[in-house]
Nanobody
Framework: QVQLVESGGGSVQAGGSLTLSCVASKYTYSPVCMGWFRQAPGKAREGVAGIDSRGSTTYADSVKGRFTISQDNAKNTLYLQMNSLKPEDTAMYYC??????????????????GGPGTQVTVSS
């Protein structure tokens, strides 16, 4: 698999912004897609955003227009710019990757979700 380490979480007020980062290393296979997931207390983990090696992106409906996923391949780093944050965005955020060819980045069940995660808390 791959080693993933997230950072950048924190506490903000509604309407604020945060940028999450994820450094990926120790690949077994080069990822086809990288993504971000989140899990709020008492809720199932959900896919938030994905990006392929060409830079094509996909987003969950709940974050479209507010979140932007990007990557710096030279630094093996994935980012999630989060704007206009809402209290319902409060969750632990995780970096993820999958290496399955021909599987779209929005097919969330194919991802390996690793790393300790980073907490995002949005207050109203």
């Amino acid at each position: 698999q791959v080693q993933l380490v997230e950072s950048g979480g924190g506490s903000v007020q509604a309407g604020g912004s945060l940028t999450l980062s994820c450094v990926a290393s120790k690949y077994t296979y080069s990822p086809v897609c990288m993504g971000w997931f989140r899990q709020a207390p008492g809720k199932a983990r959900e896919g938030v955003a994905g990006i392929d090696s060409r830079g094509s992106t996909t987003y969950a409906d709940s974050v479209k227009g507010r979140f932007t996923i990007s990557q710096d391949n030279a630094k093996n780093t994935l980012y999630l710019q989060m704007n206009s944050l809402k209290p319902e965005d409060t969750a632990m955020y995780y970096c993820a990757a999958h290496s399955a060819q021909f599987i779209a980045c929005g097919t969330w069940g194919w991802y390996y979700v690793g790393g300790p995660g980073t907490q995002v808390t949005v207050s109203s």
